[in-house]
């Protein structure tokens, strides 16, 4: 966890939710202690326990208690954790707090159930740059913790050549042809195709990985046997838990969906004052 980075963003949060103060809070409570739990509501994959635990060490004057583990399946009824000290400061840091677990533990859940649809094919399952903006880091951070694994975090760390980089630079060739003029030879360049043609082109061009964008399941195979192993092979465009299996073609390196962040509904979740 990059902590500077993380105590960053929760100072935002803190500054969006709390404004210049909680009236209600400071209204009702005076120096009053407090223990709470927070409370499943139904079955998930528990992800974004560092990031309350480093709120609260912000916030001040509250411990906080897990009781599952980082990446641990929980049930209906399970305690998820106990936050014991300052009242003020447990109310404060209530709606956050859930915010970050329930949304964070959805990704994970969902994710977790297309890496175990994957299963002994050896195919990792990738997120993609569809987040929440502002969230990515704690949205792909709960996409590792569900076992899959992240696609590139931004623009600056891979190349990824798709259909309008194409266009602007008049065809495929020329496309990586600039890259290669540019970018350094340690990088990855990977080559969006959106016909078995273009399959063939980017082989032939050296494209370290093939990104095979809306690909019917016959037509996977098909760019399989043409890739011959010669680079990775990404598949991609309209994947869901349903029609998973159907790409999980052997050959096929990488299968990416955004759906497992943006798809992800949030884990229920409550916080109660014992």
Do not use: C
Not at 25 to 53: C, S
Not at 213 to 233: C, H, L, T, Y
């Amino acid at each position: 966890m990059n902590r500077l980075f993380v105590r960053q963003r929760l100072q935002a949060f803190l500054e969006e939710d709390l404004g210049t103060s909680d009236i209600t809070t400071e209204a009702i409570v005076r120096d009053e202690t407090a223990r709470a739990v927070i409370l499943a509501k139904q079955e998930g994959i528990l992800a974004g326990l560092p990031f309350v635990q480093e709120l609260f060490l912000m916030m001040g004057g509250v411990y906080v208690k897990p009781e599952v583990s980082e990446g641990g399946e929980f049930r209906k009824g399970d305690r998820i954790l106990e936050l014991d000290g300052r009242a003020e400061i447990i109310l404060s840091g209530e709606r956050l707090a859930l915010n970050i677990l329930q949304s964070l533990s959805g990704i994970a859940t969902r994710t977790r159930e297309f890496v175990r649809a994957l299963e002994g094919t050896g195919i990792r399952i990738l997120d993609t740059r569809k987040t929440t903006p502002g969230y990515r880091y704690f949205e792909k951070y709960a996409v590792r913790i569900g076992g899959g694994h992240n696609h590139r975090f931004a623009l600056y760390d891979m190349v990824l050549i798709k259909d309008n980089h194409k266009r602007v630079a008049g065809g495929l060739e020329e496309a990586l042809k600039r890259v290669r003029e540019k970018v350094s030879p340690m990088v990855k360049v990977e080559v969006e195709v959106e016909s078995l043609e273009e399959v063939e082109k980017a082989v032939s061009l050296g494209a370290d990985i093939i990104m095979l964008d809306n690909f019917s399941p016959q037509e996977v195979r098909e760019a399989v046997r043409m890739v011959g192993g010669k680079a990775g092979v990404e598949v991609s465009g309209n994947i869901t838990l349903e029609n998973l299996n159907e790409y999980a073609v052997e050959g096929v390196s990488y299968i990416s969906s955004g759906s497992i962040i943006y798809g992800a509904s949030w884990v229920d979740l409550s916080l109660k004052v014992l």
